[in-house]
C-alpha cells in the first residue's frame, strides 16, 4: 500500500537524550553524534519525550538556520510500536494536500481553497482554511488541530490548557449558522481509534466543544499514519463525548 499524501525528504535516526526550553532536543544520531535539533512543538508533549526514545530528524540546507535539524517524529509504546508526528508544521501542510484532493467528502464540492483568512472578532484571528464554491450552500471554515496525547487507542485533545484554543471554539461557533464551522483534529498517530475532548487537561475546552457541535460545528477527527517514509489518510476516527456514548461518523 503505496497511497501516500506526502512522502519526507531523507530522515536521519537517532535516539532523544532530552527535550529543553521547549524548542531544543538533544539527540543521538547513529552514527554517535550528538546534535541540538530543533523541536517544532510547544506544547508539554505529554507521553512523546521520553529519554531513549527513537526518533526521526530532517535536515535542513538553508546556511542562515542556527539548528539545522527538526525533530520530526517520535517512537512511542503505549499499543504497538507507533510513531508519532513532532513537527506541528506538518498538520496544516498536510490538511492542504488532503482538501486539494478532495479526501473529506463530509465538506462537499468546494471549488475554491483559502489559507490563513482573518476571521471573528475585528478580525484579529485567522482561519487556517476558508472553503468556497457555487456547489456548496455556505463558506465552510475550518481549524486544525494537531492531536498527538493518547489513552490506549483514544486520542485526546488538548493535553494542557489551552486559551488560544478556547478562543478559536468561541470564534467558530460565532459564525454559526452562517457559515458552516469545522474543527479538523488531526490525529498525528496511526494507532488511535476514537477522538474525545482531553477534559483532564482543560475541562473548559472540553464543555465549550460540545456546546459547539449542540449549535452545529462540525468536527472531523482524521486519523493519520506516520512513517519515516511517509504519511498517509487512514479515515474518521470514531468521536467519544461522554464516557457511554460513542458518536459515529458517517
Not at 503505496?2 to 539527540?27: S, T
Request: aromatic residues 10%; hydrophobic residues 40%.
Amino acid at each position: 500500500m503505496n497511497n501516500w499524501l506526502y512522502l519526507y525528504p531523507p530522515l536521519y535516526p537517532g535516539i532523544l537524550l532530552k527535550r529543553y526550553k521547549r524548542f531544543f532536543a538533544d539527540i543521538e544520531l547513529l552514527t554517535g553524534e550528538v546534535i541540538t535539533a530543533h523541536c517544532p512543538n510547544t506544547g508539554p508533549m505529554t507521553g512523546m519525550n521520553t529519554p531513549g526514545s527513537a526518533v526521526q530528524v530532517s535536515l535542513s540546507s538553508s546556511l542562515t538556520r542556527k539548528l539545522p535539524y527538526t525533530w520530526e517524529m517520535i517512537l512511542v509504546e503505549d499499543n504497538e510500536p507507533t510513531w508519532v508526528g513532532v513537527n506541528t508544521a506538518m498538520p496544516n501542510r498536510i490538511t492542504k494536500l488532503a482538501l486539494a484532493q478532495y479526501m473529506f467528502p463530509q465538506l462537499g464540492s468546494y471549488e475554491q481553497i483559502r489559507f490563513e483568512v482573518p476571521y471573528g472578532q475585528d478580525k484579529k484571528s485567522r482561519v487556517d482554511f476558508l472553503l468556497a464554491g457555487k456547489d456548496i450552500e455556505k463558506p465552510i471554515y475550518i481549524e486544525v488541530k494537531s492531536t498527538t496525547w493518547a489513552q490506549g487507542r483514544l486520542a485526546l485533545f488538548p493535553d494542557t490548557e489551552t486559551t488560544r484554543g478556547q478562543k478559536h471554539l468561541r470564534e467558530l461557533t460565532a459564525l454559526l449558522p452562517q457559515a458552516r464551522a469545522v474543527m479538523l483534529y488531526f490525529i498525528n498517530r496511526g494507532d488511535c481509534k476514537v477522538f474525545a475532548p482531553g477534559d483532564a487537561a482543560d475541562p473548559i475546552y472540553g464543555k465549550l466543544l460540545r456546546d459547539a457541535i449542540a449549535l452545529g460545528l462540525e468536527v472531523l477527527p482524521c486519523r493519520f499514519e506516520i512513517t519515516p517514509e511517509g504519511i498517509r489518510y487512514l479515515g474518521l476516527a470514531e468521536m467519544q463525548m461522554t464516557s457511554d456514548q460513542i458518536i459515529r461518523n458517517s
